[in-house]
């Protein structure tokens, strides 16, 4: 279970013996988060999702477990916005990138609410809403986290491109 490269074989192998012990303790969260490591590594995030939100109901104040349950699901719907997207369904495709931009946002307030202090994520969330069309949010959570020095320019540089997109080019150009 320490080796960097494994084989399916042996991914297959640690399952079943997490999953035996898990029979036997079914409310250890930490061997649910073992469970779902190897669903990830076997690239079924749908498998693995599950035993992270188990995971989950025992610790329920856990921000390292809603950051791994978001990073899941965007998985989760990415991997189905791929295959409808190599199957040539075009509708289905544009449904699955909306619906990944708004679980990113949604994921990304929830990770902020854990986390109120931290600018790196309020960074990435207002790039979140960027995306997401929603520019007066964006500049709202911009100007928060503008005061913090690891990530000012960066935050800066994203408040001009919200004060462009808002037509408003002398804020922009500051």
Do not use: T
């Not at 931290?118 to 928060?144: F, M, T, Y």
């Amino acid at each position: 279970s320490q080796k960097l490269h494994v084989s399916k074989e042996d991914l297959e192998k640690d399952l079943e013996r997490l999953e035996a012990r898990h029979a036997e303790n079914p409310s250890d969260p930490d061997l649910l988060l073992e469970i779902s490591e190897i669903h990830e590594r076997l690239k079924d995030p749908a498998a693995a999702l599950e035993y992270a939100q188990r995971a989950l109901s025992y610790r329920k104040d856990s921000a390292e477990l809603v950051a791994k349950i978001g990073d899941l699901e965007s998985k989760r719907i990415r991997k189905e916005l791929a295959q409808a997207d190599k199957e040539g369904r075009v509708d289905d495709a544009n449904k699955h990138e909306e619906e990944l931009v708004q679980h990113e946002v949604a994921d990304y307030r929830r990770r902020v609410v854990a986390r109120p202090g931290d600018s790196v994520l309020r960074l990435a969330l207002s790039k979140k809403l960027i995306r997401a069309g929603a520019i007066d949010e964006a500049l709202a959570e911009l100007q928060r986290c503008s005061g913090e020095a690891r990530v000012r320019n960066e935050a800066l540089f994203f408040l001009g491109q919200c004060f462009h997109k808002k037509g408003i080019l002398d804020l922009a150009h500051k």
